[in-house]
C-alpha cells in the first residue's frame, strides 16, 4: 500500500434503523480518512452518533432491519456489506476495538488470561503455553502489577484501570493496524485517565496502531489527536486538525463545546457556559440544520436544507452557513477556543 494512502477511507457513511414504520436515519453521510499511525478525535454530545459509527464500521450492528450505505475501505478492502466469515476474520486481528465499559465487555465467567488467550488462538495457529506468556506479557506491557497473577483473576476482581488496561491488552493481542477505543477513559479517576491516554499514544511506537478516539471530553483530544471530527446529531459539523480546531472553529456548536472546557489561565469563571437545549432526537431532525434550534446565531437560511462542509482553513471544513456565506463567526465564538488552545 502506497505510503499516502488513507488506512481507513470512510465515504458517506449511512446507518438507519426501522422506527415507527420508516427508516430512521442516526448516522448520515460521514466521511473521514485516517493514515497509519494517526489519532484521530470522534468528538460531540451523548447521542451523536459516534458509538454507532464505530460499531457499523466494525459489523457489530445486527438489528433487524438495519440499514447501512456508503463505503468503508480499510486497506483496499471494502467493510461495508462484507460477510460476516470475514469480517469475524478481520476483527481482533487486523481491526480490534476497546469497549467503553470493560466490566461488561469481558465475559464475567472466564478469567482476564483465558478471554485473551483465546483471543490470540482465534487468530493464530499456537499452543496454549505460547498464547499465555503472550498474555502475560501484554499485561506486563500495559503496566499490569504482576501480570501472571492478574491474568488468573476475574473481571471483577480488577479495579477499573486495571480492567481497562486487560482491555487495550486484548485489543492489542494480535497487534492490529486500527484500534477503535470507544470512551476508554469513561468512569476513570483523573489519574488513571492520564495513564491509559499515554498508553494510547505510545502504541504508535510500539506497535504502529492507529486509533479512532471516540470521547465527549475535548481536553483529551487535546492531548491525544492529532485530527478531531466533531459529530452532531449523526452528522459531521466539523473535521479538521486538532490545533486549528482548537484555534478557530468554524462551527458554533464545536465553539460552544470548547467553551464548556474550564479554563486554566485568568480569571474563574462563576459560571461555565452551557448549550441550552438538547440535540434533537434522530426521527424529529430538523429539515436544516441539526443544530440551529440550539444556535444562537442561526437565520433563515439555517433551516431549509443541511448545510454542506466548507472549507475553514487548511485541510480544515465546517458544516456551516456562515463560512459559507463567507461571514466571519462573531467575536464571541472566535474566542471561545482561546482559553483551552
Known amino acids: 500500500m502506497p505510503a499516502d494512502t488513507p488506512l481507513l477511507s470512510v465515504r458517506d457513511l449511512c446507518v438507519s434503523f426501522p422506527a415507527h414504520g420508516r427508516m430512521v436515519p442516526i448516522v448520515e ?5 485516517m493514515q497509519p499511525g494517526e489519532i484521530l478525535g470522534l468528538v460531540g454530545e451523548s447521542g451523536s452518533g459516534k458509538s454507532v459509527t464505530a460499531m457499523a464500521l466494525m459489523g457489530l450492528i445486527d438489528s433487524p432491519g438495519v440499514r447501512i450505505t456508503g463505503s468503508a475501505l480499510f486497506r483496499g478492502r471494502e467493510l461495508v456489506g462484507m460477510p460476516p466469515r470475514q469480517l469475524r476474520r478481520l476483527r481482533g486481528r487486523d481491526i480490534a476495538m476497546i469497549f467503553q465499559d470493560p466490566m461488561t465487555a469481558f465475559t464475567p465467567v472466564y478469567t482476564i488470561g483465558w478471554q485473551i488467550d483465546e483471543q490470540i488462538r482465534a487468530h493464530e495457529k499456537v499452543s496454549r503455553s505460547t498464547a499465555r506468556a503472550r498474555t502475560v506479557q501484554l499485561l506486563d506491557d500495559m503496566g499490569v502489577p504482576d501480570p501472571a497473577q492478574a491474568a ?7 479495579s477499573g484501570g486495571l480492567r481497562q488496561r486487560a482491555m487495550i491488552a486484548m485489543a492489542l493481542s494480535c497487534s492490529p493496524a486500527l484500534l477503535v477505543a470507544d470512551e476508554p477513559t469513561t468512569a476513570l479517576d483523573v489519574t488513571v485517565q492520564a495513564q491509559i491516554l499515554d498508553l494510547l499514544r505510545r502504541l504508535r511506537g510500539t506497535h504502529g496502531t492507529s486509533v479512532l478516539l471516540i470521547t465527549h471530553d475535548m481536553g483529551v483530544v487535546a492531548q491525544t489527536c492529532a485530527r478531531t471530527l466533531v459529530l452532531y446529531s449523526g452528522r459531521v459539523a466539523e473535521y479538521g486538525p ?21 479554563p486554566l489561565y485568568g480569571a474563574r469563571p462563576a459560571r461555565l ?15 436544516g440544520c441539526a443544530f440551529a434550534p440550539r444556535c444562537p446565531h442561526a437565520h433563515t437560511t439555517c433551516a431549509t436544507t443541511p448545510p454542506p462542509l466548507v472549507p475553514t482553513g487548511p485541510n480544515q471544513q465546517a458544516a456551516c452557513v456562515l463560512p459559507a456565506e463567507g461571514t466571519p463567526l462573531p467575536p464571541r465564538v472566535q474566542g471561545m477556543a482561546g482559553r483551552t488552545a
Not at 273 to 287: F, K, T, V
Open 29 to 33: 453521510h460521514v466521511s473521514f480518512d
Open 152 to 158: 488468573e483473576r476475574y473481571p471483577h476482581q480488577l
Open 242 to 262: 486538532t490545533e486549528a480546531v482548537f484555534a478557530r472553529p468554524g462551527h458554533p456548536y464545536t465553539a460552544a463545546l470548547l467553551d464548556a472546557i474550564p
Open 273 to 287: 457556559p452551557a448549550i441550552e437545549g438538547a440535540p434533537p432526537l434522530p426521527a424529529s431532525r430538523p429539515a
